[in-house]
């Protein structure tokens, strides 16, 4: 990796890795992070889906970190706070009133927490994230989600693709 590249950051009590465009772009190259292989959909998932989103969406960031006895490679898109991050599973969503068309922050899907210190448990820290942050409404029309959402953004403009 390029020196200055990577930025380590303790997030939750887990080590979570902030990758510049030059050190995404060899992650893409080499298929490695930290010589540990990446699977080829998370690759794609990265490359096609949460990077673009996060271009166009600067409160959105996309981390690396490791979890289990194996010290898997997993991504951690982050919603960025005032004072901390917030973790959040990025999920396709479409509006059942407008039919508008994106992807949706929910905190409260546990592999969002996989990697996490014992000090933090993932229960607490999704009870955390309900109390903390509202449930958001269709960016487009505001009818409420079937989920709970606390961030929404549009993704077609970058063309990703979204599977139904």
């Not at 060899?26 to 490359?47: A, M, Y």
């Not at 599973?89 to 996989?114: D, F, H, M, T």
Request: aromatic letters at 12%; a positive charge; charged letters at 25%.
């Amino acid at each position: 990796m390029i020196e200055g590249s990577v930025k380590k950051e303790l997030v939750d009590g887990q080590e979570l890795y902030f990758l510049s465009a030059e050190a995404w772009q060899e992650v893409f190259d080499s298929g490695q992070f930290q010589n540990k292989d990446l699977p080829k959909r998370l690759i794609d998932k990265i490359k096609k889906v949460e990077l673009p989103l996060s271009t166009k969406h600067r409160e959105l960031v996309i981390t690396l970190g490791f979890f289990g006895a194996n010290r898997e490679v997993f991504s951690y898109p982050l919603l960025r706070g005032e004072n901390r991050y917030q973790r959040i599973y990025l999920e396709g969503v479409k509006c059942s009133n407008c039919q508008w068309i994106g992807r949706a922050g929910n905190p409260l899907v546990s592999e969002v927490y996989w990697g996490i210190s014992n000090d933090n448990p993932s229960n607490l820290l999704m009870a955390s994230a309900r109390k903390k942050f509202p449930k958001i409404n269709c960016p487009n029309c505001s009818s409420p989600f079937d989920r709970f959402f606390i961030w929404a953004g549009s993704v077609e403009e970058r063309g990703i693709q979204m599977k139904n």
